[in-house]
């Protein structure tokens, strides 16, 4: 099996952006991804809050964890009550 190599290059977004529209929406995308993260990472905590008030066990923090917890609010996204019926909602 051949192995990859990769190589990162760490530099300012100026020194290779010149075009002031580009770097606009490119800052605008990293903010929103960091929004989101953000909210992400709120979201798992409420929800580790939620179980330890009920006394359940709390799984391991790793990618399944997020993975099922975005499946999760996916099916709830598509239900008529969104996540305010029940889980998370019960903490805003």
Partial sequence: MKMLKYTSIKCSLNKFCWND???SK???????V?????EGYVLANLH????LDKDK???PLNQKF?????VQL???????????KG????YL
């Fill in 21 to 23: 529209y580009l770097k």
């Fill in 26 to 32: 490119i800052i605008k995308l990293v903010l929103d």
């Fill in 34 to 38: 960091n929004k989101i993260i953000f």
């Fill in 48 to 51: 580790i809050i939620q179980l």
């Fill in 57 to 59: 066990e709390v799984p």
């Fill in 66 to 70: 997020i993975q099922n917890g975005l």
């Fill in 74 to 84: 996916y099916n709830d996204s598509l239900q008529e009550n969104n996540l305010l």
């Fill in 87 to 90: 889980g998370v909602g019960s």
